[in-house]
């Protein structure tokens, strides 16, 4: 069975300093991973995602993450945040050969301090 | 740019009530899906369709229902509604497997 786990539920950071919110998963086969962001009242958009190749993947808004399949960690950094990255973030996989269904984490609140 | 919409953005029922959630998207997308959201838990996938009058049973679809009669509309039915439904629903869509999917704003039910 595959699961997704975001180990930190909330993340306070001063404003213009570095984050990194982290994503593992458990799969006994190939996964495609991806990062939501879900600013306050709003659906869920995509920041980035890892289908193959380079194991980092640019995203939008500054966000970065990268692969690491042997410690089946797909880890969320952004080198310096401002106040707007204010938002909840959600760490998906989904099966590489068959990839209906998303398996999505519980969640990180990021809250940027001014 | 693809777009999501769903009926409502805040809804109030009462116990025992049949409740339909509407999303529609805009972009020919084959999937589609029914998520609840609730803290803590983060989304839970209740049902998916990948196809006109197809449909799969998510991680949580006691209680619920689906239709998809036209490739551009998902229902979600709620066919005796309970307090412990009370959440935030998103609808997703998505052109093919493993393909981004695009979210909706929610609808957030209250259950009384």
């Known amino acids: 069975a595959q699961s997704v786990t975001q180990l930190d539920s909330q993340v306070p950071v001063f404003e213009e300093a570095p984050v990194e919110l982290r994503c593992n998963y458990s799969?006994?086969?190939?996964?495609?991973l991806f990062w939501y962001v879900q600013y306050p009242n709003q659906g869920l958009q995509l920041l980035l995602k890892?289908?193959?190749?380079?194991?980092l993947v640019k995203g939008i808004n500054g966000f970065e993450a990268e692969f690491n399949k042997s410690q089946t960690s797909f880890h969320l950094r952004k080198p310096s945040v401002h106040i707007s990255d204010t938002a909840e973030y959600f760490c998906a996989v989904t099966l590489a050969n068959t990839g209906n269904q998303f398996y999505f984490g519980t969640g990180t609140s990021l809250t940027v301090i001014p | 740019d693809v777009k999501v919409t769903q009926s409502s953005r805040y809804l109030v029922k009462r116990t025992g009530e049949k409740v339909f959630l509407e999303c529609v998207q805009d972009m020919d997308h084959e999937n589609m899906f029914w998520y609840r959201q609730d803290p803590g838990l983060g989304l839970r996938l209740i049902y998916f369709?990948?196809?006109?009058?197809?449909?799969e049973k998510g991680d949580i679809p006691e209680g619920y229902s689906v239709s998809r009669e036209k490739k551009e509309r998902f229902s979600l039915i709620l066919e005796s509604a309970s307090t412990n439904q009370t959440s935030m629903y998103l609808c997703?869509?998505?052109?093919?497997?493993?393909?981004?999917?695009?979210f909706g704003p929610g609808t957030r039910l209250l259950v009384l």
């Open positions: 369709s990948y196809d006109v009058k197809m449909k």
């Open positions: 997703a869509s998505s052109l093919a497997s493993v393909e981004t999917q695009y």
């Open positions: 890892y289908l193959s190749g380079s194991t």
């Open positions: 799969s006994s086969v190939s996964v495609y």
